[in-house]
């Protein structure tokens, strides 16, 4: 077989992206907070970056002019004001209190110093160091501690913890037993109801009839077979619902007041704002630098393209990197923008008159309305939030799937969502509707809705089903 070589000339078109539209689409789809990290760092990392100085009235604060200088160290530090960085060393020191003469108790207290919230084990673990226990015993109490979950509960058999510990259950057990002392009271309980007695027993319920119902009939209690609780107690009914209320107090994750759900915080990027009959949007820009070129370091452009052709390129693709960050947070202020006002558009209904009257919308409608690729603004509403006369809402929270309805127009599923909370928040305590009852209801009113899709929004809003409401007292 002959080899040869030969020179073929082909024609295609290929998709390339350039840098400077991978950094719009990098910049696009973040998240505020994260925008102002990136700028932040390329602050520090491109010197062609500075950033601009605004007056109180808005205005840019331009560069005072000054008469050129063909030594750029010299113009650099004309920029510094000598008195004022070093105003804390020319005058004359003096120490603000002298030896002897400070008061501790002017010091903050010791609560107020501390960075973090005590967690559950750190708290249980506190409690263990003061009982008069041997290393063994502290060690079989660590592990213990160690095998209860954010809710309190202890998650392990002792018969595991004994074995992991190479002691005797009974060692475990009267450990464990001590633990179960502990606050908050309740914690270390293997089940519900051993955390219900704990609490019991510490309570003024101790001996009553609440005492009587956890401990011995405590399955009727978790079946709601209440008739059977009243007929075995010969109690009536008020008295009944009486000592449920009693045990509602009682906690039952005694671990929860040590495990708070973390904080989330929010920035919007747009707020929306009715003013008179309109409404205005405005972009966020609090926090984020205003960008511009510096001139000092273009002026050196201009030397070293003369005498040093290397960093006369470094500056170069500094300026272009520069540029290209500047137009890419123009062109997201501009994206971002267009895509509020689209949602406006679309869903002043919702605006004016609440949950109930939000539209159905997909992106391919912000798309076509705003004149960009529908992935463009998938990137845009992704992880931004807008700032409304109603609350805030993630920019996503507006796009929703479609419910045929009778009149024409579809309804969103938000605003299907919205009207099952409101006939369950209104329904009869003893007799709750059912999803079959809440199909026929929606149907009256147009919506055109299947039982299974009920019961999949009424689950998606936390809502129990018709059985599972209804009161049986």
């Known amino acids: 077989m002959a080899l040869e070589q030969r020179l073929n000339l082909r024609l295609s078109q290929k998709l390339v992206m350039t840098q400077s539209l991978q950094q719009a689409i990098k910049l696009l789809q973040m998240s505020r907070l994260e925008l102002v990290d990136s700028v932040q760092q390329e602050l520090l990392e491109n010197p062609m970056l500075e950033e601009a100085e605004y007056d109180d009235d808005g205005s840019k604060d331009e560069e005072p002019k000054k008469e050129k200088s063909d030594d750029p160290l010299e113009n650099a530090m004309d920029q510094i004001d000598v008195d004022e960085y070093f105003q804390d060393y020319l005058g004359d020191y003096q120490p603000q209190y002298q030896k002897g003469t400070y008061d501790f108790a002017d010091q903050p207290p010791f609560e107020n110093i501390v960075t973090k919230a005590e967690t559950l084990h750190e708290h249980l673990e506190k409690q263990l160091g003061l009982l008069p226990l041997n290393d063994i015993g502290y060690g079989i109490g660590f592990e213990i501690i160690g095998n209860i979950n954010d809710d309190g509960y202890l998650i392990s058999e002792l018969e595991e913890i004994a074995e992991d510990t190479k002691v005797s259950l009974d060692l475990v057990t009267e450990v464990w037993t001590a633990i179960r002392e502990f606050d908050p009271t309740g914690v270390a309980s293997r089940n519900l109801r051993e955390c219900m007695e704990m609490q019991l027993a510490y309570s003024e319920w101790s001996g009553s009839d609440v005492e009587t119902i956890l401990l011995e009939h405590f399955e009727l209690l978790a079946k709601e077979k209440y008739k059977e609780l009243m007929a075995k107690l010969s109690i009536d009914r008020e008295q009944l619902i009486a000592y449920l209320e009693v045990i509602k107090t009682f906690e039952p994750k005694p671990g929860r007041a040590f495990a708070p759900t973390p904080t989330r915080y929010i920035e919007p990027d747009v707020y929306i704002q009715k003013v008179d009959d ?26 070293a393209r003369k005498d040093d052709k290397e960093a006369a390129a470094y500056i170069k693709d500094k300026f272009k990197s520069a540029m290209w960050l500047i137009k890419s947070l123009d062109q997201r202020n501009r994206t971002i ?9 679309h869903q002043r209904d919702f605006f004016e008159y609440g949950v109930e009257y939000m539209k159905p919308l997909v992106l391919r409608e912000i798309a076509d309305d705003i004149g960009m690729h529908e992935s463009t603004v998938s990137r845009v509403v992704n992880n931004k939030y807008v700032h409304t006369p109603r609350g805030v809402f993630e920019l ?22 919205e009207k099952i909370r409101k006939l369950t928040a209104d329904e009869s305590p003893t007799k709750p509707f059912s999803d079959a009852t809440i199909v026929k209801i929606l149907t009256r009113e147009g919506i055109e809705i299947a039982r299974r899709t009920v019961a999949k929004y009424r689950e998606e809003l936390g809502i129990p089903s018709s059985s599972k409401r209804k009161r049986k007292l």
């Open 337 to 345: 923008y267009k895509v509020a006002e689209s949602l406006v558009r």
């Open 396 to 417: 996503k929270y507006f796009f929703r799937s479609g419910i045929s309805s009778a009149y024409g127009d579809d309804v969103s599923s938000l605003a299907v969502k």
């Open 278 to 303: 309109e409404y205005v949007i405005q972009l966020n820009d609090e926090g984020t630098p205003k960008l511009r070129v510096s001139s000092r370091y273009a002026k050196m452009a201009g030397k």
